[in-house]
């Protein structure tokens, strides 16, 4: 059974940084995508994936050089480093992974997380 658990959701101030990490567990495939796409009320929106280790990495546009995405040597984990967060990056943010496909289209990926709350005051 796959198992996606996100932590180190919470509040900031604008300006601020978090890292949110994601355990995946009973995923055994070496070539899979993992990647966070964040909900804000019903839009459901990509913001990075990493496919295969590391060889290619996709962002969305909004990041504009302020997120960072990696993984463990293991593919067990994966993290996304957020700096300079502002408001409009309030969002619950979801670890995902699936096989094949690495875009940023949310319907392609097959195993979700539950999510870690993103807060960024002003």
């Known amino acids: 059974q796959v198992q996606l658990v996100e932590s180190g959701g919470g509040s900031v101030q604008a300006g601020g940084s978090l890292l949110l990490s994601c355990v995946v567990s009973?995923?055994?495939?070496?070539?899979?995508?993992m990647g966070w796409f964040r909900q804000k009320g019903n839009e459901r929106e990509g913001v990075a994936t990493i496919?295969?280790?590391?060889?290619?990495?996709a962002y969305a546009a909004f990041v504009k050089g302020r997120f960072t995405i990696s993984q463990d040597n293991a593919g067990n984990m994966v993290y996304l480093q957020m700096t300079r967060l502002t408001p409009e990056d309030t969002a619950m943010y979801y670890c995902?992974?699936?096989?094949?496909?690495?875009?940023?289209?949310?319907?392609?990926?097959?195993?979700w997380g539950h999510g870690a709350q993103v807060t960024v005051s002003s």
């Open positions: 995902v992974a699936t096989g094949g496909y690495c875009g940023l289209v949310p319907g392609y990926y097959t195993y």
């Open positions: 496919y295969n280790g590391g060889d290619r990495t």
């Open positions: 009973g995923y055994t495939s070496t070539k899979k995508c």
